[in-house]
């Protein structure tokens, strides 16, 4: 990869003939922004690697369901960014992809206590039209907190 020049942002021209991991790592690195649902829900991709994302995410007090802990979605969701984000550092320039179907399993309750959640996804299975992997999320002290699979379809480059 051509290191693009860090004092400017990257145009729409320059994401396109990245491939995933590329347009990844140009993320993290700050040359375009992170999705907005990610300041939204308080996490963030801060390393990826060939089939491999880690993603790190606040639990806050906005995100508690009635029984006084963080509602699953947003486990839901650190889990379906970093598993993606795993199966996003193998496709090819100008190929997308999206959830078919994800489940989790929650084997611990989150909370403002928990600290940092570490969200690690790791490719399973690479395809050209579906991709398989699965994801973990740990607490600060490197608890295991919940589990998921995914399957995600993926989209041929546009001519």
């Known amino acids: 990869m051509n290191t693009p020049d860090p004092k400017r942002k990257l145009s729409a021209a320059d994401l396109a003939g990245m491939s995933g991991l590329e347009y990844l790592q140009t993320m993290i690195a700050g040359l375009h922004p992170f999705p907005p649902m990610s300041a939204t829900l308080s996490f963030h991709l801060s390393e990826v690697s060939p089939g491999r994302a880690t993603i790190l995410g606040e639990p806050k007090p906005e995100y508690y369901n ?3 802990s963080v509602h699953g979605a947003w486990a839901a969701a650190l889990l379906d960014s970093c598993m ?3 199966i996003h550092t193998s496709l090819g320039p100008r190929t997308w992809f999206t ?3 994800f489940k989790i399993n929650m084997l611990r309750p989150i909370s403002t ?3 940092t959640v570490t969200g690690h996804g790791r490719l399973v299975k690479p395809g050209q039209r579906i991709a398989f ?3 973990e999320l740990k607490d600060a002290e490197g608890r295991l907190l919940a589990t998921g699979t995914t399957t995600c379809l993926i989209f041929p480059p546009a001519d």
Do not use: I, L, Y
Request: glycine share 34%.
């Open 99 to 101: 959830t078919v179907e």
């Open 113 to 115: 206590e928990t600290g």
């Open 84 to 86: 993606g984000s795993a």
């Open 66 to 68: 009635p029984g006084g």
């Open 133 to 135: 992997a699965d994801g």
